[in-house]
């Protein structure tokens, strides 16, 4: 059983993409499985296309996509990707969608089937600050997570996304922990 997680590139003009300092920071191994690490481009369309590539060659029991959401003031678990983009900036090609379905006529919305409540209670045990969010956006994480979790059924994995604040509210390490401590309870919850 291995674990294939993802962090996004820099965007809108930044240096750095906390997502993937967290992710970079993630153990190898996370209760004794493999964990494989991808970095994603904020690009629509493109990263949801590399993920799935990913997904059929290491087939992963667990893939989690993080990325981040500047403003936010704790580590988020998402419940749901919805069928839409809608952009305030442009992605890392300019790219730049408002109002259009990702899949048209695809599936409006999914839920992640791993334990979400259960991650952000273990999160806040660790003392990190960690809630649940029930809107991943309509930028390019949701774009990931829609394609994360419509392909569960072809591939067979369990598919999460997690938004990571700025590092002024979690710094990487602790990002990272947050990651780790979420990655245990997917895999609890696979093998129970
Ligand atoms: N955050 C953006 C895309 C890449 C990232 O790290 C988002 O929340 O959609």
């Given at each position: 059983?291995?674990?294939?997680?993802?962090?996004?590139?820099?965007?809108d003009?930044?240096?750095?993409?906390?997502?993937?300092?967290?992710?970079?920071?993630?153990?190898?191994e996370?209760?004794?499985?493999?964990?494989?690490?991808?970095?994603?481009?904020?690009?629509?369309?493109?990263?949801?296309?590399?993920?799935?590539?990913e997904?059929?060659?290491?087939?992963?029991?667990?893939?989690?996509?993080?990325?981040?959401?500047?403003g936010?003031?704790g580590?988020?678990?998402?419940?749901?990707?919805?069928?839409?983009?809608?952009?305030?900036?442009?992605?890392?090609?300019?790219?730049?969608?408002f109002?259009?379905?990702?899949?048209?006529?695809?599936?409006?919305?999914y839920?992640?089937?791993?334990?979400?409540?259960?991650?952000?209670?273990?999160?806040?045990?660790?003392?990190?600050?960690?809630?649940?969010?029930?809107?991943?956006g309509?930028?390019?994480?949701?774009?990931?997570?829609?394609?994360?979790?419509?392909?569960?059924?072809?591939?067979?994995?369990?598919?999460?996304?997690?938004?990571?604040?700025?590092?002024?509210?979690?710094?990487?390490?602790?990002?990272?922990?947050?990651?780790?401590?979420c990655?245990?309870?997917?895999?609890q919850?696979?093998?129970?």
């Open positions: 059983m291995s674990i294939l997680i993802t962090g996004f590139d820099p965007f003009g930044a240096n750095i993409n906390p997502s993937w300092a967290a992710v970079e920071l993630v153990p190898e996370v209760c004794g499985q493999r964990v494989y690490k991808m970095q994603l481009p904020t690009i629509f369309g493109k990263a949801a296309e590399l993920l799935c590539a997904i059929e060659r290491v087939k992963p029991a667990v893939v989690m996509c993080c990325g981040v959401a500047n936010r003031t580590v988020t678990p998402e419940l749901v990707a919805i069928n839409y983009r809608q952009a305030r900036i442009a992605d890392n090609i300019g790219q730049c969608f109002g259009v379905p990702i899949a048209p006529g695809g599936d409006a919305a839920m992640t089937r791993l334990p979400v409540n259960d991650m952000v209670e273990a999160i806040r045990e660790a003392g990190i600050p960690a809630y649940l969010s029930y809107s991943a309509a930028y390019v994480c949701n774009d990931v997570y829609y394609a994360l979790l419509q392909s569960e059924k072809a591939f067979g994995h369990r598919g999460l996304f997690v938004h990571v604040p700025g590092t002024e509210a979690v710094d990487a390490p602790k990002a990272a922990q947050a990651l780790a401590i990655l245990e309870k997917a895999l919850h696979n093998i129970g």
